[in-house]
């Protein structure tokens, strides 16, 4: 492990993870911590050795000229960095890395041990997966939390998935069996459509993060970005009979199955939302 300068002294922190692989369809989740870093100038804190998680034949380390002439090498691995969001009253722990090839059980010990340093007691772990959501509709977002009241606040709705799980799954087991709060979110990307990026799921998990932690997210272009993704499949999708049929049923499904009282909730949920931002000042 690689520490920058020591661990800092944080303020109520709480840990916002992603990783790509498995996890990650579309990029949707580990955009989100790419975003945020952006956004926020997050500042490096740990970096894990990757020696000891990354089979380098499976996730090769890349070659990269950064001056043209300079060879620098940059290796699969893990990294914290540390965010301070503008006008909020809590630090955020940013993790975004590959999902490990080896050893998950010490590398989730290793992740644990870090929050348990730096003080966080919550964690939120975001992830993407193939589905049959039409994209010309909202992002589903099923999740999954260490306690079931925290469910009833966020309004979530539960996954009953069982099967093959990846990192992020028996990383939320982990860290909730040390005793710290813990939530998952995984937005829907339609299978159809699934190369990166996905700038609507990636929006849509943001603004659940922010009805969580009530700490303003910085959206900046995602919004513009999301309404021209959806542009774009949509005339990929009318050049295609089949596709655009194939969408169509997938909108009359989705349309049945969502009652009246679902839609009104998402509508008072944006609503509220978009009055605490209106406050802050920061609504776009």
């Not at 002294?9 to 992603?18: G, H, M, R």
């Not at 839609?263 to 931002?277: Q, T, W």
Request: hydrophobic share 40%.
């Amino acid at each position: 492990m690689i520490e920058f300068e020591g661990l800092p002294e944080l303020v109520d922190p709480v840990l916002i993870a992603a990783f790509e692989g498995w996890n990650d369809a579309g990029e949707a989740s580990s955009g989100v911590i790419a975003h945020l870093e952006a956004e926020w100038k997050a500042t490096p804190l740990v970096e894990l050795d990757p020696e000891d998680y990354y089979d380098f034949q499976v996730t090769r380390p890349v070659v990269e000229l950064g001056d043209g002439v300079t060879r620098s090498i940059t290796w699969p691995t893990t990294r914290l960095m540390l965010a301070r969001p503008p006008g909020a009253k809590r630090d955020v722990v940013l993790l975004r890395g590959i999902e490990p090839n080896m050893r998950w059980r010490s590398f989730c010990a290793e992740i644990v041990g870090l929050c348990h340093d730096l003080g966080v007691d919550l964690a939120i772990l975001l992830g993407a997966l193939l589905n049959d959501s039409p994209h010309t509709r909202p992002v589903p977002i099923v999740g999954s939390v260490s306690d079931p009241g925290m469910a009833r606040a966020l309004n979530l709705e539960l996954t009953k998935y069982e099967g093959p799980t990846g990192i992020v799954g028996v990383l939320q087991h982990t860290l909730g069996a040390a005793g710290l709060r813990t939530v998952s979110l995984w937005a829907s990307v339609p299978h159809y459509v699934a190369q990166p990026p996905n700038p609507k799921a990636t929006l849509a998990l943001l603004r659940r993060i922010e009805d969580m932690l009530d700490i303003p997210m910085p959206y900046g272009d995602l919004a513009e970005e999301a309404r021209a993704w959806e542009h774009g499949v949509d005339e990929l999708a009318a050049q295609d009979t089949e596709v655009a049929e194939y969408v169509r049923e997938l909108e009359e499904r989705k349309d049945a199955a969502d009652l009246p009282e679902a839609s009104g909730d998402a509508i008072a949920a944006e609503f509220e939302r978009y009055l605490r931002r209106r406050d802050r000042g920061t609504d776009r």
